[in-house]
């Protein structure tokens, strides 16, 4: 069976042509896909997660005392309606009000845990559950904050924190005194 080949401006349909384009297509997906695995292992070995230390540092204070605070919930929608689909109902993040404590870093900042997971809006099967994730605070906060969704082993999804999101630094000690 011939495969019609697209060659600058004309269709080629011989089987000569198309086995060694396609040879030479597989050659380079592969390539390609192999050095963008090794680009991304070797990111990610730079920027592993980690235990909080006292090296982690968040607006100039140690990461391990202090707490982001979240006074109102924070809804956010990545991505949002699907393309072509204008009925189906957009997925949806929700970060939860709370104390926000931290629980891993990386060279660019601290992962601070949500105190009950985010709450994850997804057309059905899937549903509204409630997922591992936080607030991620960049060293530098002159950075925008992201929204994280997973743990210490494996962040899958990170969404820049969006400026309805309103949020402060604050002392551990402090916030869990009441009053």
Known sequence: MLQPLMTRSRLVTSPLVTRRSSRASLRSATHTALGAALGCAALLACSSPKAVGPEARVAGQPAQQVVVALNAPCA?????????????????????????????????????ASPTGVVVHEPAPLGTRARPGGIYVPNDTSSAAWEYLGDSARVTERYRLPEHCRYSIQNAEAAATPG
């Open 76 to 112: 956010l929608s990545p991505g949002g309606t699907p393309s072509g689909r204008p009925n189906r109902p957009a997925a949806g993040h929700t970060l939860p009000p709370g104390h926000y404590v931290p629980s891993f870093a990386d060279q660019r900042g601290v992962f601070f």
